[in-house]
């Protein structure tokens, strides 16, 4: 007899994006067609660290690790409380935070005072605050979480391998929560005049996913954290479950370092092994939140590998991109666009990927042009995919219902 | 340079220095304890740094392991510097 298999819940959800403080302000005024987005960059501009975090603790965390710290206090007061107690043996909780940088302005700014004034000027913080592992370690911290702990770093599909991976920890037995998402801050220097240099980032500062004159994305900063808890653990003690990590798939291109592969074959594989884990079968999927970059690559490769994993579904499903509404956020993009996709299920609504007017041949998908749209399949939980490809040609995919 | 410098001076330093760390001024005295002030080993390295800057004096680890009191810290540097 197989046992029965651990089901994934969640029971709380934090964002810091460019749309404001929290999950409510993100999926609110993006489904009211309102862009965080301004003068080409998507900066969590409302973000206050010392609103979250004495002068101290601010100090010794790098913008990335404090917009963490912040999502993951929205998140674990909605699901424990703001109490401070947690409703499992500590060891039994885990932290797993994606990133796809890690503390990239602090890193800037010791390399700078290193040039300027020598090895003796470099600060005893410059380690703890840039490490990719610090936002994992701050919340940890902060919380008092001793099970599995650690960053995950995939380029910007490591959002959405953090929650992949944390629903594998409770699924194995090994915690029975896990706070996990992703969380960015590299709008920064080098990182901006880097992607400009791959021409990866869009020179008329405009993120128009799958729209004809895309021509590249938005960087963004910010950070989504999500409570995971196993089902019965949370049914008994009478958690609220705002949806459920109903599957999980995680492939890899291996064809260029930054490209995607044209075909899209891989990305598609992680599309099916999604839903088959969880149990399901493309006509299933009422919603698809694409990765959807805005760059003429990742659009034309992602719609076709959407028509090859969805089949004739695909025609008729609706698919939008959340970084219309704040850019692309890297590291964190999995985990805010998780979080929007659920509170979007929630909500029975498809969010319109803003800004999309002209149809490029072959993207040919409903894009959810304008405004956002119902999604209209009875009264029982909703079922989406949410995609997250990243430079390595790292494919992570969830499946997710509300 | 250093044989001119004097309690008070350092004593501005230090407070000034521990303030820029996160420390409340008006939690800041001569007996204050540095585990009271939630003085911790790294805020150690980056006093010392400033106080490097600032007198010439090189603090180690081992010059501040036994040290208690924010007092403490200001007299070990005024002997170092004198």
Not at chain 2, 30 to 41: G, I, K, N, Q
Request: glycine content about 12%.
């Amino acid at each position: 007899m197989t046992p029965e298999r651990r089901r994934i819940v969640i029971t709380g959800v934090g964002a810091v994006s460019p749309l404001g403080i929290g999950a409510q302000a993100l999926i609110e005024r993006w489904a009211a067609g309102e862009c965080g987005i301004e003068d080409g960059l998507g900066r969590a501009d409302q973000f206050e660290p010392t609103e979250f975090l004495s002068k101290k603790e601010a100090r010794r965390m790098d913008r990335f690790a404090q917009m963490a710290v912040a999502s993951a206090q929205e998140a674990i007061g909605q699901s424990f409380g703001d109490g401070g107690e947690l409703p499992y043996e500590a060891h039994r909780v885990g932290c797993v935070v994606g990133t796809g940088i890690g503390g990239l302005s602090s890193l800037e700014d010791q390399q700078r005072k290193l040039i300027e004034s020598g090895p003796k000027a470099v600060s005893p913080l410059a380690v703890p605050l840039m490490m990719g592992n610090a936002a994992s370690a701050a919340v940890a911290m902060r919380h008092g979480l001793h099970g599995h702990a650690y960053g995950v770093v995939s380029a910007c599909a490591a959002g959405a391998h953090a929650i992949g991976d944390a629903a594998r920890l409770i699924r194995a037995g090994d915690a029975d929560a896990v706070v996990t998402g992703g969380a960015e801050a590299a709008i920064t220097g080098v990182a901006t005049a880097a992607f400009s240099a791959m021409e990866a980032t869009s020179a008329s500062g405009i993120s128009r996913p799958f729209d004809a004159r895309r021509d590249g994305f938005v960087i963004g900063e910010g950070a989504g954290v999500l409570v995971l808890e196993e089902a019965e653990a949370a049914a008994a003690r009478g958690a609220q479950v705002l949806g459920e990590v109903l599957g999980y798939g995680a492939t890899c291109d291996g064809y260029h370092l930054t490209a995607p592969q044209p075909e899209g074959t891989e990305a598609a594989r992680a599309i099916t092994l999604a839903l088959a884990d969880a149990g399901l079968s493309a006509v299933d999927v009422d919603y698809v939140n694409a990765h959807g970059t805005s760059t003429p690559l990742n659009d034309r490769s992602e719609t076709v590998a959407l028509k090859a994993a969805l089949g004739e579904r695909a025609a008729d499903v609706p698919v939008s991109s959340t970084k219309s509404a704040i850019g692309h956020l890297l590291g964190a993009a999995g985990a805010v666009e998780a979080i929007a996709t659920v509170e979007a299920l929630r909500r029975r609504l498809a969010p319109p990927t803003i800004g999309w007017e002209e149809a490029e041949e072959g993207l040919d998908l409903d894009y959810v042009p304008g405004t956002a749209k119902p999604i209209e399949n009875g009264d029982g939980p909703l079922v989406a995919v949410s995609d997250s490809f990243g430079f390595g040609g790292h494919n992570a995919v969830l499946c997710l219902s509300a | 340079m250093a044989t001119d410098v004097s309690t008070e001076q350092v004593e501005k330093t230090i407070f000034d220095g521990l303030v820029e760390l996160g420390t409340e001024r008006d939690q800041l005295s001569r007996e204050a304890t540095l585990e009271d002030l939630d003085v911790d080993s790294l805020d150690l390295v980056e006093l010392a740094q400033i106080v490097e800057d600032e007198y010439g004096v090189e603090l180690r680890g081992d010059d501040v392991k036994d040290v208690k009191t924010v007092g403490e810290v200001i007299d070990l540097v005024v002997a170092k510097a004198g």
